[in-house]
Nanobody, 123 residues
Framework: QVQLVESGGGLVQAGGSLRLSCAGSGRPVSTLDMAWFRQAPGKEREFVAASSWWKSDNTYYADSVKGRFTISRDNAKNTVYLEMNSLNAEDTAVYYC???????????????WGQGTQVTVSS
C-alpha cells in the first residue's frame, strides 16, 4: 500500500513562490508515475503536473502552469516536489499528490492519493 503525505502549503502573496512536498511510503516513488492535481472551491479537480517513473525528465504540465511550476523528485528521500513561482489568485486550491502506474492527465489514471494541502494566494 502506498501512502502519500503532502506538505508546504500556506498563504502567499501574488507573485510569490511556494514549494510543495509529497513524501511517499510503502513503495519507492522511483517506481511510480507521480502527479499533482488541484481543486479550487466549486470546481472539479484538475491536472497540474506529472512525472514519469521510467524517465524522470519526462514531465507534463497544464497550460495554466507551464513555465511557472516545476515537478521534481528526490528518490533518496522518496519525495516529489512541486515548485510554484509567480503565483496568482487563480492558483488558490487544495493541491493533491497522486501516484500510479501509467502516467496520465486524468484523476482516474492514479491509484494513490494524499490528503491534500491548501494553497491560498492573496491578491
Amino acid at each position: 500500500q502506498v501512502q502519500l503525505v503532502e506538505s508546504g502549503g500556506g498563504l502567499v502573496q501574488a507573485g510569490g513562490s511556494l514549494r510543495l512536498s509529497c513524501a511517499g511510503s510503502g513503495r519507492p516513488v522511483s517506481t511510480l508515475d507521480m502527479a499533482w492535481f488541484r481543486q479550487a472551491p466549486g470546481k472539479e479537480r484538475e491536472f497540474v503536473a506529472a512525472s514519469s517513473w521510467w524517465k524522470s525528465d519526462n514531465t507534463y504540465y497544464a497550460d495554466s502552469v507551464k513555465g511557472r511550476f516545476t515537478i521534481s523528485r528526490d528518490n533518496a528521500k522518496n519525495t516529489v516536489y512541486l515548485e510554484m513561482n509567480s503565483l496568482n489568485a487563480e492558483d488558490t486550491a487544495v493541491y493533491y499528490c497522486a501516484a500510479g502506474v501509467g502516467v496520465g492527465l486524468r484523476s482516474r489514471d492514479y491509484q494513490y492519493w494524499g490528503q491534500g494541502t491548501q494553497v491560498t494566494v492573496s491578491s
